[in-house]
């Protein structure tokens, strides 16, 4: 078995109750701060710009339009 499937069945076969509670409270404070970025950053211009050029790259691709 290479790395990556190691990687692979590692995080297929670890239930979250099997991390120990250190990892769990950073995991929770990881996706927190995540989210947050995401929010904030949602709002900028680069993002306005980004947004524009995907839905421009993908018009017609949307599984909802066929």
């Known amino acids: ?3 990556n ?11 979250w109750n099997d991390l120990p509670e250190t990892v769990q409270h950073q995991s929770k404070r990881a996706l927190r ?4 970025v995401l929010i904030a950053g949602g ?3 680069a993002s306005r ?5 995907v839905e421009d790259q993908l018009a017609g691709n949307n599984p909802k339009d066929a």
């Open 43 to 45: 709002m900028t211009p």
């Open 5 to 15: 499937q190691r990687v692979v069945a590692f995080s297929l076969d670890t239930k």
């Open 1 to 3: 078995m290479n790395s």
């Open 33 to 36: 701060d995540n989210l947050g």
């Open 49 to 53: 710009i980004t947004n524009a050029f």
